[in-house]
């Protein structure tokens, strides 16, 4: 089989499942990912056929994504903030409207005064994940000293796998942020940043399946009956471990804007909503 008469059938495959120009962006990144040959280089190669190897791990992909395995997780990467991360079940997949919190933090940082953003400014990551937030800020911001937690184990070694390749110093803890006597552990931070689970538990069914079915439910969804529990911890914790002056940066349900508003209010803090490129209410500052 030549590698053009491959690639349509992967393609007019993935299109039972996907929209044409997502499956069209899947079977590139796909067939680049494999054949190591850019998109233009394949053209040349539409007539070849294609090498056994490659074959094999390319049937073996389309078949875990026709079971609505994310791309990412089937690759075991994804692009955050122009770097490269990997990924697994164990962690979310970065979301642009993260990057643009990330963009919120580096951006008011570089354009503070340089008195504030001096060597040693202390930002902490709170459910970090695949530690996107604290590797991309610390890539931006290296005078910083940078620290992130997680309550997974799992979750963690592949922060830290990232950390690594990347080339970030950053300081990981393991530290279940829901109980409170595990705050003793922490310090005083500059910045806190925070992209929660705040999807309530009854609004599963209404998820794609490659997110239900493969992201890993713990960083997703939180009690319907208490869905802000992560946004009333982070502003008891911060009344105890945010410096004066300090800034909490957190992701939201686009959706419960006012609510978490006057979450943080209650504790006597200001805060300041920020749409997405979409013009969804999805990341808010408090202060």
């Not at 349509?8 to 680049?32: C, G, M, P, S």
């Not at 990232?162 to 109980?179: G, S, T, W, Y």
């Not at 009854?202 to 890993?216: A, M, Q």
């Not at 992560?230 to 609510?259: N, Q, T």
């Amino acid at each position: 089989m030549t590698t053009g008469q491959f690639y349509n059938h992967f393609l007019n495959e993935l299109k039972r499942i996907y929209e044409e120009r997502e499956a069209a962006n899947i079977t590139d990144w796909i067939f680049e990912t494999v054949t190591q040959l850019k998109k233009w280089e394949r053209r040349e190669a539409l007539n070849k056929d294609i090498n056994k190897e490659q074959l094999t791990r390319l049937e073996n992909h389309l078949r875990d994504l026709l079971q609505h395995k994310p791309v990412q997780y089937v690759l075991n990467e994804a692009w955050f903030y122009k770097m490269k991360f990997f990924v697994n079940e164990s962690v979310l997949i970065p979301r642009p409207e993260t990057e643009e919190l990330v963009s919120w933090i580096v951006n008011e940082i570089k354009s503070a005064k340089p008195d504030v953003r001096n060597e040693g400014l202390q930002i902490l990551d709170i459910g970090t994940g695949s530690g996107c937030i604290a590797i991309s800020i610390k890539k931006n911001l290296q005078a910083c000293i940078v620290t992130a937690l997680d309550v997974s184990e799992e979750a963690l070694n592949v922060a830290k796998r990232n950390a690594e390749v990347l080339q970030a110093d950053i300081d990981f803890i393991e530290n279940n942020f829901l109980n409170e006597s595990d705050w003793n552990q922490l310090d005083q931070y500059d910045v806190i940043v925070s992209n929660p689970p705040y999807i309530p538990a009854k609004e599963r069914e209404t998820l794609s399946k490659n997110v239900s079915g493969f992201e890993p439910s713990i960083a997703l969804f939180v009690p319907d009956n208490d869905p802000y529990v992560f946004y009333d911890k982070i502003a008891k914790f911060s009344l105890l471990h945010l410096k004066v002056e300090g800034k909490i940066y957190v992701e939201i349900h686009e959706d419960h804007a006012k609510k978490i508003k006057n979450i943080f209010s209650s504790y006597n803090f200001k805060t300041e909503v920020r749409k997405d490129i979409y013009g969804k209410e999805r990341m808010i500052k408090i202060f």
